[in-house]
């Protein structure tokens, strides 16, 4: 035999470590209750990234949701980047189908802009730069005042 090459039968199954085991006790309840949805609310630094990506591929991994079927909002698009990229890492190869993990606002953009006509908003509004933002108000003050 080859001292060099190594066999199946020479290797030893290494124990399995569960992402749930890296949590303490108060993140591991956020992460596995299912029920409804869960505000996470700590200082810096102290997990809630790691919490809410864990939540998501737990309930995509162990309760079988499916992944199309969660939002998870943020409110900066670096703290949704890093959320799409730890889960991808979790859960990446279990589904081609994503959860939506973006900011508050450029969700609420895209369902604006989805849904645009079903809101019976004419396409017309500005909003789309800061300085718009009296016309926006305007515009709405009119429509609120129609109904």
Same mark, same amino acid.
């Given at each position: 035999? *080859?001292p %060099? =090459?190594?066999t199946?039968a020479d290797l030893?199954?290494?124990p399995t ?12 309840? #956020?992460?596995?209750?299912v ?5 996470? !609310?700590?200082?810096?630094? &102290? +997990?809630?990234t790691?919490?809410?990506?864990y939540?998501?591929a ?10 199309? &079927?969660i939002l998870a909002?943020?409110f900066? *698009?670096?703290? #949704? ?11 990446? +190869? !279990?589904?081609i ?10 969700? %609420?953009?895209r ?10 908003i004419p396409?017309?509004?500005p +909003? =789309?730069?800061?300085s ?6 305007s ?9």
């Open positions: 035999m *080859n %060099c =090459k190594i199946l030893e199954p290494l470590l569960s992402f749930l085991d890296q949590l303490n006790p108060q993140q591991r309840e #956020a992460v596995e209750t029920d409804g949805p869960v505000l996470i !609310l700590a200082g810096a630094g &102290s +997990g809630k790691r919490v809410i990506t939540r998501i737990n309930l995509i991994e162990n309760v079988g949701v499916m992944p199309e &079927s909002m943020t900066t *698009n670096k703290a #949704a980047s890093e959320m799409v990229e730890r889960v991808d890492k979790l859960v990446g +190869g !279990l589904s189908a994503k959860p939506v993990i973006s900011t508050f606002h450029s969700f %609420c953009v369902v604006l802009r989805r849904d645009i006509e079903a809101l019976r396409s017309s509004v +909003g =789309k730069r800061p718009d933002t009296p016309k926006v108000l515009f709405m003050t009119r429509a609120i005042r129609r109904n």
